[in-house]
């Protein structure tokens, strides 16, 4: 069996188990968990629009994990993908109000790109304190989250304020429609082929290019990395700038998109989300489409929890942290059981 197609059944498998855990505890408390089944699968998939509404939640978190697949690969463990989707929404914002009346062939480009930028160094930061005096990048790059947070407030209520809005949700000024580049769905064949772009990309950059290879084995084995002559500090900004890139990439996609707009505290579990699919997907570019896709469905079908099975939207914050409990404890008898068939990427 081919390693890919191992890994995608190990996740299958820590999926099933922890749904099979929430329905029991779903049950016991009262509820259907037939129905919490049924709600998900026809939230998600099933109904009119099911797919598209699924892909409008998947794909930028697929693009953000992709960048947090490269960054544990490297063995550095970038926890804050959160802020940097906020520093790169704040600068694509920032971008567009400065070239605002500009076409939108530039506009468009050059505040995405500005977006990109605004989350690598978001993320850069961190890999200094790692590099230069040791700082473990987990402590920073999550309190890096919570100042992104207040970042966002303070522009969204101060410099970058709507004048004109209600006061009931602080943001910008609405983007004009002819710089959106999807409607209000957040679907479109432009975020589609950024999509696209983005996992091809990685898949070549992880598995096959010598960056690719090296970072692999600085994740596995940071003294054969020296061994090979290989800087680590080298590795370990460039995974942490790509990734904390492509966070702010999702970003400016939520500002040109579906949003239309800078809103405070918009997608407060984007980043988290993001680094549980790549765990769910064991850091495999491959694994993160399909685990998208199921946390995509999963935030689609949240709606439809209260209305199929009387059950909470936030059940789906539950299933995720049964999800991250059982991907995170890593089941050393479903690895024996792959093991022992010889199956063992």
């Not at 004048?163 to 959106?180: D, I, M, T």
């Not at 950059?205 to 010598?210: E, H």
């Not at 084995?221 to 080298?234: D, F, H, I, V, Y």
């Not at 984007?270 to 491959?286: P, R």
Request: proline share 4%; hydrophobic share 55%.
């Amino acid at each position: 069996m081919s390693a890919t197609l191992t890994i995608l059944l190990r996740t299958a498998i820590f999926i099933l188990v922890a749904l099979a855990l929430c329905g029991l505890i779903f049950q016991a408390a009262g509820y259907s968990a037939l129905d919490m089944f049924a709600s998900i699968l026809d939230g998600a998939f099933l109904r009119k629009g099911g797919l598209s509404q699924c892909l409008r939640w998947a794909l930028p978190l697929f693009i953000t994990a992709t960048g947090i697949v490269l960054s544990f690969r490297c063995g550095f463990f970038n926890i804050g993908a959160q802020g940097q989707f906020y520093m790169g929404a704040i600068a694509a914002t920032a971008m567009a109000s400065w070239l605002n009346g500009m076409p939108a062939a530039v506009l468009v480009p050059v505040s995405i790109l500005s977006g990109m930028a605004g989350g690598a160094l978001w993320a850069l930061w961190p890999g200094i304190l790692r590099f230069r005096w040791g700082t473990d990048e987990v402590i920073t790059t999550l309190m890096g989250n919570f100042i992104a947070g207040l970042i966002l407030v303070y522009v969204t209520t101060g410099p970058l304020k709507d004048p004109s809005g209600s006061g009931q949700q602080s943001s910008s000024k609405p983007l004009a429609a002819a710089y959106r580049i999807s409607n209000s769905m957040g679907l479109s064949p432009t975020i589609i082929a950024i999509s696209l772009v983005v996992g091809i990309g990685m898949w070549l950059l992880i598995n096959r290019t010598a960056f690719g290879v090296l970072g692999g084995l600085a994740g596995r084995n940071p003294e054969m990395l020296r061994w090979q002559g290989a800087k680590m500090w080298k590795f370990g900004l460039a995974s942490f700038m790509v990734s904390g890139a492509l966070a702010g990439l999702a970003g400016a996609i939520e500002v040109f998109g579906p949003n239309g707009r800078l809103v405070g505290g918009f997608l407060p579990t984007h980043g988290f989300t993001a680094v549980l699919i790549a765990l769910v997907a064991n850091l495999s570019i491959t694994g993160t489409a399909v685990a998208a896709l199921f946390f995509g469905g999963l935030a689609s079908a949240a709606l439809y929890l209260p209305i199929m099975a009387g059950l909470p939207s936030a059940a789906i914050d539950i299933i995720n942290a049964a999800i991250a409990l059982f991907i995170t404890a890593k089941s050393r008898m479903i690895d024996r059981m792959f093991s022992a068939r010889g199956k063992t990427p």
